[in-house]
């Protein structure tokens, strides 16, 4: 049983598309037929409320498996509506745990510890907080590689330079095999030149790092979650749906070991 490939879909911003290329990239995966698991490191718990749980009435969250050290798969959320998803839910009470971890041994690394051994998923991905704080941590520490949405926005760039700098620490100090999945552009509008502006600086300066895919700005991609289900269900042809399901394609063709 090989292990599953762990990704951090990381950027301390918010509202840059982090939970939803989550939510969407992980059903594109499951579609394909791949076994996904989702991780909310989020207290916002909005990857979790946004596929239909609500973590209001848990009983068992993410906290308990970083801060409380419980087995990881002992909480986990076979979602029978979206098949081969599975989630590791977060309530609010996780926002404790970025201080709480402070005062913890091993405090960077228990996220790694708990996903040790799980093995019977093809991609973990993990949803990570708008912040560069210990929850983050664990996250780029657990992983294989970050994937960084970016809005197509003027500011978008800016923040880059931190992460790209919180994860040469990272590297440096915990997870010297953390790679750069990839960055993949998000809330496009074809209808404005910096949107376009912003794709062709991203290209200019990562090259190929910058995934083919862009994610467009769609109504329907922001309505999903509040039906709980992901966009390849609750529009299925529409353009969200295509977008994440070729990001999905491209994904799984990077991570190819026969990939040309
Ligand atoms: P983050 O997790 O980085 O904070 P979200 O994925 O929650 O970002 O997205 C922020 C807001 O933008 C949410 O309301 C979400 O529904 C909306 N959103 C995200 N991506 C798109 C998109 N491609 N088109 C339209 N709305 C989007
Ligand atoms: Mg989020």
Known sequence: MSSPRIIAISNQKGGVGKTTTAINLGAALSERGLRVLLIDCDPQANATSGLGVNSKALEASIYDVVV???????????????????????TVGL?????????????????????????????????????LGLLTVNCLVAADAMLIPLQCEYYALEGLTLLTHTQSLVRQALNPSLRLEGIVLTLFDPRTVLSSQVVAEVRRQFGDQAYETVVPR???????????????????????????????????????????
């Open 218 to 260: 769609s109504v329907r991609l922001s309505e999903a979650p509040s039906h709980g289900i992901p966009i390849t269900q609750y529009d299925p042809t529409g353009r969200g749906a295509v977008a994440y399901r070729a990001l999905a394609e491209e994904l799984v063709t990077r991570n190819s070991p026969v990939a040309a």
């Open 68 to 90: 409380l050290g419980r087995p990881l798969l002992e909480i986990a959320i076979a979602l029978e509506h979206v098949p081969g998803m599975t989630l590791i839910p977060s």
């Open 95 to 131: 926002a404790g745990a970025e201080l709480e971890l402070a005062e913890l041994p091993l405090r960077e690394s228990r996220l790694r510890l708990a996903l040790d051994g799980v093995a019977d998923f093809d991609y973990v991905l993990l949803d990570t907080p708008p912040s």
